[in-house]
């Protein structure tokens, strides 16, 4: 029997009031790719820190190919090998992408010799890169692409991989998993986390699920189906959305000739857009990341304001209102950065419930807050949506990204709103989370309520949109109904490549 290329044998750690990992064991093989599934808050974030040195295990040991391996941090474990991709990207935009690629190097050679490389390597795996273009100019999957290169420059024996095809297109995914078997062929290991099971079966050789920090189970994806894998990792009968039939209103949101320039120096102004949305209906918008997704969010928001009739709610002209004077009205949203934008990171979930439900709440009075009341709707939150959390009082920043996304997304559904903008309401959440929240907007829309949902999750947008629109480089592509469109269509319209021309609904 030959030796693993690593192997854990009984990681745990712990943290105030949770068992992140309790005595997890399992082995990756030489050119394996292994699949790490899991709820959020399942412990697999702080499971593959461990193996990158972020976080020093509280008992266990771990082998590289059959030696002690323990790594006091992530300079470390480069050096043993083993590389990682986060899903966050850690890149500045004002840089190029070889200075970019240089600053993750211990000694970076000359920048010409550097950019060579970055070009043969880039080009070797069907991934090609520019070193010398601006990494604010990139899309979200060339971004990607600095962050595969960044790690394959190091010639890894392990890569960690955590949700690589969340900011990508069908064709581009495409293209990943043709890189990833290339490197499985020449001998490297992957460990792949992601939430998207189908993906889990068409690549990963193996499966190690987790639940509650233990390891519950393992398989083989593509002898197991979707389902099946959900159902082991929640340890309970998966649900499914159901979409109840539901005729339309009057229009709630209207929006036309909208053109605005992005407050970012690398962000995308959007173009003469126009649609509306009539009270229970939920248009689906997909697009690439960096397509105006987030410039969308903002002026529909009241963050970026505009023309007073640009933007009409029961038909009154809010383009000039800002965010909490159309909260009031009952138009909310929720951003697609949890971290900074949703939810302040230092502060508890009991403040950031009050962030934004002061108003719709009555979570103040005369300039004083009422902090039971506050308490107890953060309380209705965090139950209502399972948030995985010892109590409210804690911050937003000790939360798994997918249970910070359950609380955002509950926070401003229990509003009640009359219009709801979301952006990315299941990004990095488990299966059953993501069900939950889906159901959660569809049960929305069924009170009557106009749903946008601003998604690069093209199943999603099947699964709870009456009609979809494409955004990109910042024009709205005139919706269609969801009926009888095909992913692949979508991709294409996404991608830009259905010759879109703006259209009034």
Not at 107 to 129: F, H, Q, W
Not at 133 to 146: F, H, I, K, M, W
Not at 342 to 369: H, I, K, Q, W, Y
Not at 433 to 446: E, K, N, P, V
Request: hydrophobic share 40%; aromatic share 4%.
């Amino acid at each position: 029997m030959t030796t693993p290329l690593l192997s854990l044998q009984g990681l745990t750690k712990a943290y105030p009031g949770v068992v992140a990992n309790d005595q997890v064991s399992f082995d990756i093989g030489e050119g394996e790719v292994h699949a790490l599934l899991g709820e959020n808050g399942a412990g697999k974030s702080t499971l593959v820190k461990m193996i990158y040195g972020l976080v020093k295990p509280d008992s266990g040991t771990m082998l590289l190919r059959g030696q002690p391996f323990a790594p006091a941090e992530p300079r470390a474990a480069r050096a043993d090998g083993i590389a990682m991709v986060f899903q966050h990207f850690s890149l500045f935009d004002a840089l190029n992408v070889a200075e970019n690629i240089a600053l993750g190097m211990e000694n970076p050679p000359k920048m010409s010799d550097l950019a060579t490389r970055i070009r043969e390597v880039s080009e070797t795996y069907g991934l090609p890169l520019d070193p010398y273009r601006t990494v604010g100019d990139l899309s979200a999957g060339e971004r990607q692409r600095v962050e595969i290169i960044r790690c394959l420059l190091q010639d890894p024996k392990l890569l960690i991989m955590d949700e690589p095809t969340s900011v990508l297109t069908p064709q581009e995914v495409e293209i990943l998993f043709e890189t990833l078997n290339k490197l499985r062929a020449e001998g490297t290991s992957i460990l792949y986390i992601s939430h998207k099971l189908e993906e889990i079966r068409t690549l990963c050789d193996h499966a190690t699920i987790l639940r509650l920090g233990k390891n519950v189970g393992e398989c083989v994806p593509a002898e197991t189906s979707a389902r099946d894998m959900a159902e082991m990792m929640v340890g309970s009968t998966l649900q499914t959305p159901e979409r109840s039939g539901r005729d339309f209103g009057e229009v709630a949101l209207d929006v036309s000739g909208l053109s605005v320039p992005s407050p970012s120096e690398f962000g995308t102004a959007l173009r003469n857009v126009h649609m509306t949305v009539r009270k229970g209906e939920v248009l689906g918008i997909g697009g690439v990341a960096g397509n105006g997704q987030d410039e969308l969010l903002g002026v529909l928001s009241g963050e970026i304001t505009t023309a007073a009739d640009a933007i009409k709610f029961n038909g009154q002209p809010i383009g000039l209102l800002g965010p909490t004077t159309r909260r009031k009205l009952g138009v909310l949203t929720a951003p697609e950065e949890r971290l900074g934008h949703a939810a302040a990171p230092d502060m508890s979930l009991t403040e950031n419930a009050l962030l934004t439900g002061s108003v719709r709440e009555g979570l103040e009075n005369n300039g004083f807050l009422k902090w039971a009341e506050t308490k107890s709707f953060a309380e209705k939150i965090i139950s209502a949506f399972d948030v995985r959390t010892p109590g409210p009082e804690n911050a937003a920043r000790s939360l798994s990204g997918g249970n910070l996304q359950k609380f955002v997304i509950g926070r401003e559904v229990l509003q009640n709103p009359d219009v709801l903008v979301v952006n990315q309401p299941t990004w990095g959440v488990d299966a059953a989370a993501a069900a939950s929240i889906r159901q959660a907007i569809l049960d929305l829309a069924a009170k009557g309520t106009a749903v946008v949902c601003i998604s690069q999750d093209l199943d999603e947008l099947m699964e709870i949109s009456d009609s979809f629109a494409a955004l990109n480089e910042g024009r709205l592509s005139a919706p269609r109904p969801t009926t009888g469109l095909t992913v692949d269509e979508i991709g294409l319209m996404m991608g830009g490549a259905h010759g879109m021309e703006v259209a009034h609904v």
